[in-house]
């Protein structure tokens, strides 16, 4: 199995268009075999799920996700984690245990709307949703 997490500084980077890099693990057997970080090279959005299904990634886990995001990962065969925030190491762990909690209505409300749209509950603009985490509020698990 080949685990993809939206990463930064050791955790879970809490918005998946924007996320500079991932890093993948390889387990086998409930164990993590091997990890690795790759890059997007600045791929936004729609470019970051054909990465993620060029390198035969079986399952994401991420914070806020947009719509089309999921989409796009649903198609590509990708099974989504969202709304999970904390240690990139620690979630994996968990989610080969079986423990891992997540939401799967995960996302970001704002997603392809104006640019001064606001992001849920807290009133942020969309230029902003980078900065508080869009995804990692408090969702019910």
Not at 49 to 66: R, S, Y
């Amino acid at each position: 199995m080949r685990i993809a997490v939206t990463y930064e500084s050791g955790q879970i980077f809490q918005h998946f268009g924007h996320t500079e890099r991932f890093k993948i693990y390889d387990a086998e057997d409930g164990e993590v075999k091997i990890s690795t970080t790759v890059n997007t090279n600045g791929s936004g959005h729609g470019a970051l799920a054909d990465i993620l299904k060029k390198l035969d990634v079986d399952a994401l886990i991420c914070g806020g996700i947009g719509g089309g995001a999921k989409r796009a990962l649903a198609e590509a065969n990708i099974k989504l984690y969202g709304g999970v925030s904390g240690s990139a190491d620690k979630a994996v762990q968990e989610l080969l245990g079986g423990t891992l909690s997540f939401d799967s209505e995960a996302s970001c409300e704002h997603h392809g709307q104006h640019h001064d749209a606001e992001c849920g509950e807290h009133g942020l603009r969309e230029h902003d949703c980078g900065d508080h985490g869009c995804g990692g509020h408090e969702h019910a698990r």
